[in-house]
């Protein structure tokens, strides 16, 4: 079943503007992770967050997390053509050696230049 | 960091035939593998897990098997493909500790005719 609901399902911006993205997420979680997937590509990871963390940063990234809410949300700064990708969150459960991660459906981010 | 191999990239299919992708993972030992289906648009769905050589889990019912015959390999198959198997199919490799991230294949775009 899929755990991470991201929203927007689709987002579209000029460059040099900010892009936010949510995802909510139903169980408990040892951390949560953003992952980036190019057109027909792999994913990328981009950046995780321990369950006992509330924001992060990395470069023109920034996540927050809300364990009370069940939620978190990435924000790119001054966005770029190349930022032009489907963003997903993912989560795995506390207490597994599966380390099973499950993703939510994405947000697609256009970037017009 | 981890340096996932997934072939072939594309492959189209006759309904009925068999299946064979193949995933290598270089730069770790003993990780956690997974085989993960995405539908156009859509999050990824964890079909198969592995936590050790000869040990598969099955997430979801289907026409589909998976095996990992040595450490670092995991294989998807199926004896007979359907139409309803067509999709965008990922390879993951996690080491154990929940507290890394996951490195994907880039992926086979399989369409069954």
């Known amino acids: 079943s899929q755990q991470g609901e991201e929203d927007p399902q689709a987002l579209s911006i000029q460059e040099g503007e900010n892009a936010t993205m949510n995802c909510s997420y139903k169980t408990s979680i040892n951390n949560l992770q953003w992952y980036r997937q190019n057109s027909g590509r792999g994913l990328v990871h981009l950046i995780l967050i321990r369950s006992n963390e509330r924001e992060k940063h990395s470069g023109r990234l920034r996540v927050t997390l809300d364990t009370s809410k069940k939620s978190s949300s990435l924000l790119i700064t001054a966005s770029r053509a190349a930022d032009t990708a489907s963003y997903f969150c993912?989560?795995?459960?506390?207490?597994?050696?599966?380390?099973?991660?499950?993703f939510g459906q994405g947000t697609t981010l256009q970037v017009k230049p | 960091s981890q340096t996932i191999h997934q072939w072939p990239a594309t492959l189209v299919q006759p309904v009925g035939s068999p299946l064979s992708l193949e995933c290598t993972v270089e730069g770790t030992s003993n990780p956690n593998l997974y085989w993960y289906r995405q539908a156009a648009g859509r999050g990824l769905q964890l079909l198969f897990y592995?936590?050790?050589?000869?040990?598969i889990s099955s997430e979801v019912p289907q026409n589909l098997s998976a095996s990992r015959p040595q450490d670092r390999q995991f294989i998807l198959s199926s004896k007979k493909l359907l139409l309803s198997d067509s999709g965008f199919y990922l390879c993951?490799?996690?080491?154990?500790?929940?507290?890394?991230?996951?490195?994907f294949g880039q992926g086979t775009r399989l369409t069954v005719v």
């Open positions: 993912a989560t795995d459960t506390p207490r597994s050696n599966t380390g099973k991660l499950i």
């Open positions: 993951a490799s996690r080491r154990e500790s929940a507290t890394y991230e996951a490195f």
């Open positions: 592995s936590v050790g050589i000869g040990q």
